[in-house]
Nanobody, 122 residues
Framework: EVQLVESGGGLVQAGGSLRLSCAASGFIFDDYAIAWFRQAPGKEREGVLCITSDGRSQRGDSVEGRFTISSDNAKNTVYLQMDSLKPEDTAIYYC????????????????WGQGTQVTVSS
């Protein structure tokens, strides 16, 4: 059974940083792409960044260079480092996984975590 568990969310002031973690289990990590998405209240879920086990990554249109993605293949964990956070980054952040190439499209992923809340105060 594929499981994705996000952690690391919380409340942070504008300009601060957070690192989210996505711990994956139940599949061969090397065969999958893993991505971060976010969904703000009243808005559609949007892709943030994705990564494959060989280090290839793709960035969503709405995300600037303030966010970076990395993976620790030995721990089956993908990280989202978020710096210089802004109030508009407030959202629930989800990780998702599926076989295949990196994508920041929601429809590319079958497996999703439960999400972690990130709130950035002004």
């Amino acid at each position: 059974e594929v499981q994705l568990v996000e952690s690391g969310g919380g409340l942070v002031q504008a300009g601060g940083s957070l690192r989210l973690s996505c711990a994956a289990s139940g599949f061969i990590f090397d065969d999958y792409a893993i991505a971060w998405f976010r969904q703000a209240p009243g808005k559609e879920r949007e892709g943030v960044l994705c990564i494959t086990s060989d280090g290839r990554s793709q960035r969503g249109d709405s995300v600037e260079g303030r966010f970076t993605i990395s993976s620790d293949n030995a721990k089956n964990t993908v990280y989202l480092q978020m710096d210089s956070l802004k109030p508009e980054d407030t959202a629930i952040y989800y990780c998702a996984a599926d076989q295949g190439r990196c994508s920041v499209l929601v429809r590319a992923y079958r497996y999703w975590g439960q999400g972690t809340q990130v709130t950035v105060s002004s």
